[in-house]
Every structure is written in structure tokens, then in C-alpha cells.
């Protein structure tokens, strides 16, 4: 059975970091895109970054480019999002989801997600 | 690109024939999908490609569009139906998702 599992996140003060995780298992981890989507309280989705099948291709929303970095270790199948000097802003659920494919436009779009992991950002 | 969904909510009752929209900021072809939400679960995705029904979705959801304006039909409203929907466009980068649509019952 596929399964994304999240885990990570908690309470930090602003400035602070945290890194996700997102274990992947039941398919062909290294086939396909991942991607990081998240959610802040009582608000929509907000995509936030994009990870290429290659392990190589990186895209971020502008609200965290410079401050986040995607990442994978394909030996232990987990996708990882490090996030640094963490805002007010950043205060959200945060999911892991898997592209349809490895290519343009398969990779764009979710078909698998994580149940996501809640990061709090307060002082 | 901006993605506008309306209504951003609306009340229905079950087997009520229902339709979002979403209106892109600028043209995007067929590069839309729909998902469904629920709290406290994954969303779920249910249309991609503007029209194409995922495998396992029920035929009572339907997508339609192109360019800047798509829609996301339900024909006869379901219990299981009721949820926040979202559209999102991968055009281009950044991607992102229209503002959400809550069903809820009437």
C-alpha cells in the first residue's frame, strides 16, 4: 500500500528552523516528483515546493524561496523540507504529496498525500 | 497566475446538481486540476487536465474549461460530497490554488 508519512514538525519561536520529513513507501520513490504543500489555519492550500524526479530540479513559492530547501535521501525512500528563519506567516499543517508522474505535467498535480504534520511558529 | 474560485461557499442539498468555477488570471490552456477536502484528511485529487476523471472517481464528477475559465460539476450531490474544492493550475511555476469552495448542507 502507498503511504506518505510526515513527521517533524512542533513549536518554534520566529527565526527559528525545523526540518520535515516525509516517508515514502509502497511505490517506485526515486520515479517520481515530490512536492510540499501546505495549509494555515482556517485558510486554502498553498503549494510550496517542487522536487524533480531527478532529485536535481528544485522550485519554491516566492513566500519561502531562500528560507526553505526540498531534498530527498532515495536510500531511505523520505523527502525532507528544511525550513529556516521561520515567520509568523509559516504557521500551518504541511503536507507531502506525489506528483502523477516524473515529467511535465504528470508532476504537477497530487495524487498521493500525507495526512501532514503541524508546525507552529510563536513566540 | 491567480486562480479566483466561486462561490467561495454555498449550501446544497443532497442530489442537487452543483458547479464551481475557477477563473485563471491569464490563459493556461488545460492545465487545471480539482481536488476535494476534507478536515483532517489528504485532499484528494479528482480531475486533472480540466476534464480528465482520475481512475476510482465517481462519474458524477465532472471538469470542463480552457484557457481562463473552467468549471467542476457535481450532477447529483452526495453525503460524502460535502467538502472544501480547490482548483490549481500547473502552467507555470509558482503553482498555485484557487481560494477554495466549501459545500455544505442546506
Known amino acids: 500500500e502507498l503511504q506518505l508519512l510526515e513527521s517533524g514538525g512542533g513549536f518554534v519561536q520566529p527565526g527559528g528552523s525545523l526540518r520535515l520529513s516525509c516517508a515514502a513507501s509502497g511505490f517506485t520513490f526515486s520515479s517520481y516528483a515530490m512536492s510540499w504543500v501546505r495549509q494555515a489555519p482556517g485558510k486554502g492550500l498553498e503549494w510550496v515546493s517542487l522536487?524533480?524526479?531527478?532529485?536535481?530540479?528544485?522550485y519554491y513559492a516566492d513566500s519561502v524561496k531562500g528560507r526553505f530547501t526540498i531534498s530527498r535521501d532515495v536510500s531511505k525512500t523520505t523527502l525532507y523540507l528544511q525550513i529556516n528563519n521561520l515567520k509568523d506567516d509559516d504557521t500551518a499543517v504541511y503536507y507531502c504529496?506525489?506528483?502523477?508522474?516524473?515529467?511535465?505535467?504528470?508532476?504537477?498535480?497530487?495524487?498521493?498525500w500525507g495526512q501532514g504534520t503541524l508546525v507552529t511558529v510563536s513566540s | 497566475i491567480q486562480l479566483t474560485q466561486s462561490p467561495s461557499s454555498l449550501s446544497a442539498s443532497v442530489g442537487d446538481r452543483v458547479t464551481i468555477t475557477c477563473r485563471a488570471s491569464q490563459g493556461i490552456g488545460s492545465n487545471l486540476a480539482w481536488y476535494q477536502h476534507k478536515p483532517g484528511k489528504a485532499p484528494n485529487l479528482l480531475i486533472y487536465?480540466?476534464?480528465t476523471l482520475l481512475s476510482g472517481v465517481p462519474s458524477r464528477f465532472s471538469g470542463s474549461g480552457s484557457g481562463t475559465d473552467f468549471t467542476l460539476t457535481i450532477s447529483s450531490l452526495q453525503p460524502e460530497d460535502f467538502a472544501t474544492y480547490y482548483c490549481?493550475?500547473?502552467?507555470?511555476?509558482?503553482?498555485?490554488f484557487g481560494g477554495g469552495t466549501k459545500v455544505e448542507i442546506k
Open positions: 504529496a506525489r506528483g502523477r508522474g516524473a515529467r511535465y505535467p504528470e508532476s504537477r498535480t497530487f495524487d498521493y
Open positions: 490549481q493550475q500547473f502552467h507555470n511555476f509558482p503553482l498555485t
Open positions: 487536465a480540466a476534464s
Open positions: 522536487l524533480g524526479s531527478g532529485g536535481g530540479d528544485t
